[in-house]
């Protein structure tokens, strides 16, 4: 961008200069035209007078009698006429001394704003230098995506500010802005097996390489340390991305850069995908099939840290607008519980197979059928995650009061569950020891959705780990055991379930002054998303 010079601002402001010059010629002007007026009305009176009053003077015309203190006036009437035209005279007069200082006021305030004018730009100058200086003397440099020196995920592009356990919305860093000086992102390298082989710079639009690659639009990035595969996984670093279009008036997002541990990722699970699909967002990630030219991103929105640290109030209105969207794209009706005229509980047992089956599904099966058949209108049904599309998975969910499930992935389709419902989480034995935290997620994502997490079951009736205080092999050998069942304990622990959540269904159908437990509440369903997602 050109830089005015000094010089040319400078010469602008000594032509203003000209105005009180212009002011005081025309002031000059009208006196000339105001005596101008008043010699041609005297010489009309003047034309009047008889020729013996044109040889004396005007004094000597008047004739006073001492007596009667009267005025002889030969030329009565034109003296009258020039009286008359005085009053009308001092009127123009205060006019053209009032116009002047109008003149002089907008003068002195065009003055002063043209003065502000020169600092603005010349402010505006020094800083158009500062930045040419910074661009012509700074050489792009090019940083590992990969930054060794930091933990885990902070390792991806690393010089961007981590907020720590502070708590906020999903923390997403868009570029070009305040953090790259104003400067396009761009990336080199598509290693997908070795971060510190990938990088990243800064640099101005202006500036670019000649071999650069310009992607136009907006390209989401995210970065994982597990995958995004996994339902569960994929969910909790992706879906932030719903959050972002929502709170940015529906934007429209151009593509998806996928990287785990900064490696790049060229595919996305079936599940995310789905549910990208619904919100209308990119669906396939880039591929970076571009050898050794670096790309530069027109705008680049990137998420290291998926949802976490996000409050509970802001996770809340993540996942009711997943849920919306979802519903949305497989036409699936708003059918909860609160906006149930009949009285109904609806029981879904989840079942997967191999890994972390039921060992006795039909044990599990009798029991359902026996608590619910003690409940006037319940309804049960087994769901088989394998046999079923993602809106089917959805619909059932959308449809399940009390759901009785083995930890796992499937467990993230509790998103598509109304408000105010149940879990019911079974382990296999080993779980509690050697997990971790990990093995709590789904009574957080619960807590997330208002949905109620009614605790775990774990099936101690497996043999002791054959590897001593290995606890890296023990889990891996007690990790996908077969869940059975403790009938006596299920069909208690069920019974209460079932019955708790009656009494909430009763107490939402009374008016809330004739409640017995008033603080009884749950969020009520809807199917107004936020934005427009995609139909099928």
Not at 494 to 509: C, Y
């Amino acid at each position: 961008m050109a830089i005015p010079m000094s010089g040319g601002v400078l010469k602008r402001r000594r032509s203003w200069r000209t105005l009180p010059g212009l002011v005081i010629a025309f002031a000059m002007l009208f006196g000339l035209w105001q005596i101008s007026t008043t010699f041609h009305a005297a010489s009309h009176l003047h034309g009047r007078f008889p020729l013996g009053a044109r040889r004396t003077t005007l004094q000597n015309d008047f004739q006073f009698d001492s007596e009667t203190s009267e005025v002889e006036m030969p030329i009565e009437k034109g003296i009258e006429k020039v009286a008359s035209d005085i009053p009308h005279l001092r009127n123009l007069e205060r006019a053209v001394k009032h116009l002047e200082t109008i003149l002089v006021e907008k003068l002195q305030a065009t003055d002063a704003q043209l003065q502000h004018e020169f600092e603005v730009i010349r402010s505006e100058n020094e800083k158009l230098k500062g930045q040419l200086v910074s661009h012509l003397v700074e050489t792009p440099t090019w940083k590992p995506l990969k930054d060794l020196s930091k933990f885990s995920i902070l390792g991806f592009l690393s010089d961007m500010p981590d907020r720590g356990m502070a708590q906020g919305p999903p923390q997403l860093f868009e570029f070009p802005s305040a953090l790259s000086n104003g400067r396009l992102l761009c990336f080199l390298g598509n290693s997908t097996s070795n971060g510190t082989r990938n990088f990243y710079t800064y640099t101005w639009e202006d500036a670019l390489s000649r071999d650069h690659i310009f992607l136009e639009g907006t390209t989401l990035i995210s970065e994982t340390q597990y995958d995004f595969e996994n339902p569960w996984h994929s969910m909790y670093n992706l879906v932030q991305f719903v959050y972002w279009k929502k709170v940015n008036g529906c934007a429209h997002a151009d593509r998806l850069l996928l990287y785990h541990w900064s490696e790049l990722r060229r595919r996305m699970g079936g599940w995310i995908t789905q549910v990208f699909t619904a919100a209308g967002l990119p669906v396939v990630p880039y591929q970076m099939e571009v050898g050794d030219r670096p790309i530069c991103f027109q705008r680049a929105v990137v998420s290291r840290t998926g949802i976490g640290g996000v409050p509970h109030t802001d996770l809340q209105e993540i996942f009711t607008e997943v849920r919306c969207l979802v519903r949305q794209y497989c036409k699936i009706p708003v059918t909860s519980f609160k906006q149930s005229e009949k009285q109904r509980v609806r029981i879904t047992l989840m079942a997967r197979n191999g890994t972390r089956e039921w060992k006795n599904q039909t044990e599990w099966e009798a029991v359902i059928a026996a608590e619910c058949g003690r409940i006037q209108g319940c309804e049960w049904s087994t769901m088989h995650i394998s046999t079923l599309t993602f809106c089917e998975q959805a619909e059932i969910m959308s449809r399940t009061d009390i759901l009785v499930s083995v930890h796992g992935a499937q467990l993230t389709n509790m998103i598509f569950m109304s408000p105010g419902g149940r879990v019911m989480e079974m382990f296999p034995k080993g779980w509690l020891e050697l997990a971790g935290h990990g093995q709590f997620i789904y009574k957080h994502l619960a807590e997330w959705l208002g949905v109620s997490h009614e605790g775990y079951w774990r099936d101690l009736d497996h043999a002791d780990c054959p590897f001593g205080n290995d606890n890296v092999r023990c889990m891996t050998h007690f990790k996908d055991l077969a869940v059975g069942i403790n009938v006596t304990h299920i069909s208690a622990w069920l019974r209460h379930v079932v019955t708790d959540f009656n009494a909430m269904i009763g107490e939402l159908k009374k008016p809330v002054q004739e409640r017995t437990k008033p603080e009884v509440e749950v969020q009520q369903d809807s199917d107004r998303c936020a934005c427009r997602g995609k139909q099928r």
